[in-house]
């Protein structure tokens, strides 16, 4: 092969290869199709899961769901029923004015 043929051949190739490589990015790449996908599925999965978390501690009488896979356990649902925050506020109020 002469030069030119060949230059345009190499052209070719590194045109194709920029279309790999932006086809490759658009489909999963970060925030590509693939990325749009898993998270719109995700969201979906994440919803339901914490539509459970919020039923199940009702049906077994229970005030907290913890979240036992993090280092300092993560409240995940509470009944607002028997949250005490503002009752302790209070006492903490009281004390401080006697």
Known sequence: MTNEPKLAAQERVGSFQRRIVVYRQDKVGHGGEL??????????????IFRAIRR????RWMVYVLDKNEPSPTVLSEDGDYAFTYEALDVLNRQESD
């Open 35 to 48: 990325d749009q996908i898993r998270d719109s599925l995700m969201t979906c999965i994440v919803a339901r």
């Open 56 to 59: 199940v501690p009702k049906r």
